[in-house]
């Protein structure tokens, strides 16, 4: 058993969780680990020490107090945050749309002036496919 391994079985047994099986193997490493023999009686010392501590006297509406004493929220800020947010999130798909549509708009001007140069000249060129079509003679 590796150290790291030890000392979480360690935490385990001190909150009475360890099964008997890693028990067994805890046991056999503590007889052979002298580091993490000293860890296991620092934390079952520190634990001693800790329920022997008197348990503190609370008022008995403590809770109420506490809760009383903390910040109120505000809805209306919240919602208007979201209500900003969500305005924020509409402008800027309108915006994308619009420069979208903007540039597509261009984009097909652009394509006309082509057009309308390339009508004005006459083109010898083959469309296509015309000549990428192979001829196959059958006759042989
Ligand atoms: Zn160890």
Redesign the pocket.
Request: charged content about 0%.
């Given at each position: 058993m590796r150290?790291k391994t030890?000392e979480h079985y360690i935490s385990l047994k001190l909150d009475h969780e360890l099964k008997p099986k890693q028990e067994t193997k805890l046991r056999q490493?503590l007889e052979s680990?002298i580091?993490?023999k000293a860890l296991h009686q620092d934390y079952a010392r520190m634990q001693t020490g800790l329920q022997q501590l008197p348990v503190p006297e609370c008022p008995p509406q403590l809770h109420h107090l506490v809760m009383s004493n903390l910040p109120k929220r505000n809805r209306n800020a919240e919602l208007r945050r979201f209500r900003l947010s969500l305005a924020a999130a509409s402008l800027s798909i309108v915006l994308s749309i619009g420069a979208g549509t903007l540039v597509g708009l261009k984009g097909y001007e652009s394509t006309d002036m082509l057009n309308d140069y390339a009508a004005e000249e006459v083109i010898d060129q083959p469309l296509f496919g015309e000549n990428s079509l192979m001829v196959v003679s059958y006759d042989d």
């Open positions: 150290c030890a490493h680990c580091s993490c």
